[in-house]
């Protein structure tokens, strides 16, 4: 699909430039990228098949990483659309064309949203949205100061915290997350929502609440 075959068959009409020469090597490249990919994948299908198990490839995708250089320096684009076919169980003349997403968009992967390109927008948004979640439920609840403090601790840190390590938040993005669950929290521990947080996050040791941030 990205290769001039009748081309690269002449040897007389292959190009001499150097970004000419580039391109050529890097649809050659993808092509042969993509072709062991599905050999790889169609590997696993048949050996799982065989020892009991399946690949749910109608839920399954795929990425196909593709770099743009501009003055010596990468910037990671979607590649020319290709199709992966993979066959599934018995129905070995039956071809499955397996989803491919963009090195772009945003994927659960156990209990972690995440994109090859390294954007966290779209995770931030999801843990900001469960924040928020948590605000509207705690303010229009009547439980008790223990309880409270139990729900943060106990239920919300656990959510918001467990994707923390595989993800790249500025300090600005997490207080901008931590925000709205103690707008909930505090007036539920008889606290003035504008305490300093100094008082909220500092140490028992000295006086302060000690809550996890």
């Given at each position: 699909a990205?290769?001039?075959d009748s081309n690269l068959?002449?040897?007389?009409s292959?190009?001499?430039?150097?970004h000419?020469?580039?391109?050529?090597?890097q649809r050659?490249h993808?092509a042969s990228?993509?072709?062991n990919?599905?050999i790889l994948?169609q590997?696993?299908?048949?050996?799982l098949?065989?020892?009991?198990?399946a690949i749910?490839l109608?839920?399954s995708f795929?990425?196909a990483f593709?770099?743009d250089?501009?003055?010596g320096?990468p910037s990671?684009?979607?590649?020319?659309?290709?199709?992966l076919?993979l066959?599934e169980?018995n129905?070995?003349n039956n071809?499955?064309?397996?989803?491919?997403?963009?090195v772009?968009?945003?994927?659960?992967?156990?209990g972690v949203?995440?994109?090859?390109?390294?954007?966290?927008?779209?995770?931030y948004?999801?843990?900001l949205?469960?924040a928020?979640?948590y605000?509207?439920?705690i303010?229009?609840?009547?439980?008790?100061r223990?309880?409270a403090?139990l729900?943060?601790n106990v239920?919300?840190?656990?959510?918001l915290?467990?994707?923390?390590p595989a993800?790249t938040?500025?300090?600005?993005?997490?207080y901008?997350?931590?925000s709205p669950?103690?707008l909930?929290?505090?007036?539920k521990?008889?606290?003035?929502?504008?305490i300093a947080?100094s008082?909220?996050?500092?140490?028992?040791?000295?006086?302060?609440?000690g809550?996890?941030s």
């Amino acid at each position: 699909a990205f290769v001039d075959d009748s081309n690269l068959a002449n040897p007389s009409s292959l190009p001499y430039h150097p970004h000419e020469v580039s391109r050529v090597d890097q649809r050659m490249h993808t092509a042969s990228a993509i072709k062991n990919l599905q050999i790889l994948a169609q590997r696993w299908e048949r050996a799982l098949f065989s020892t009991g198990g399946a690949i749910n490839l109608s839920k399954s995708f795929w990425f196909a990483f593709h770099w743009d250089w501009k003055g010596g320096k990468p910037s990671l684009v979607n590649p020319p659309p290709t199709q992966l076919c993979l066959t599934e169980g018995n129905e070995l003349n039956n071809f499955i064309t397996v989803p491919q997403k963009s090195v772009h968009d945003t994927y659960r992967t156990l209990g972690v949203y995440i994109s090859p390109s390294g954007d966290t927008k779209g995770s931030y948004d999801i843990l900001l949205a469960k924040a928020q979640d948590y605000q509207t439920k705690i303010a229009s609840s009547k439980l008790p100061r223990e309880a409270a403090i139990l729900s943060y601790n106990v239920y919300l840190l656990p959510k918001l915290g467990y994707p923390l390590p595989a993800l790249t938040f500025t300090e600005a993005q997490c207080y901008t997350l931590q925000s709205p669950t103690l707008l909930a929290l505090l007036p539920k521990l008889q606290l003035n929502r504008h305490i300093a947080r100094s008082i909220v996050f500092g140490s028992i040791k000295y006086g302060s609440l000690g809550l996890k941030s």
